[in-house]
């Protein structure tokens, strides 16, 4: 089994920052991309930005230059520091982890419970 645990949601004014974090752990061989999703109320589930392994980066347009994704591999982790927030940034935020697991070393996408993240006054 692999579970991907994030942290550091919560609720920060507009203008402010937060750090997401998102840790692997469990039957894990290897972890390839990793991503951080998000889903506002009645919209889809979107891609906000991806990391490959070795460290190359993508992002959806309306992030580029204010949030910034990094992972540790040593440690499993994925992060997501996001600035400059505005309220249209509320949304649950998901990590997500292709991972080869030690058990039969097929690649499967895993994903998250999710973190919250509000930006209000």
């Known amino acids: 089994q692999v579970q991907l645990v994030e942290s550091g949601g919560g609720l920060v004014q507009p203008g402010g920052s937060l750090r997401l974090s998102c840790a692997a752990s469990?039957?894990?061989?290897?972890?390839?991309?990793m991503a951080w999703y998000r889903q506002a109320p009645g919209k889809q589930r979107d891609l906000v930005a991806r990391?490959?392994?070795?460290?190359?980066?993508d992002y959806a347009d309306s992030m580029k230059g204010r949030f910034t994704i990094s992972r540790d591999n040593a440690k499993r982790t994925v992060y997501l520091q996001m600035n400059s927030l505005k309220a249209e940034d509320t949304a649950v935020y998901y990590c997500?982890?292709?991972?080869?697991?030690?058990?039969?070393?097929?690649?499967?996408?895993?994903w998250g419970q999710g973190t919250q993240v509000t930006v209000s006054s």
């Open positions: 997500n982890a292709a991972v080869a697991t030690s058990l039969d070393l097929r690649i499967r996408n895993y």
């Open positions: 469990g039957t894990i061989f290897s972890l390839g991309d």
């Open positions: 990391i490959s392994r070795g460290g190359g980066t």
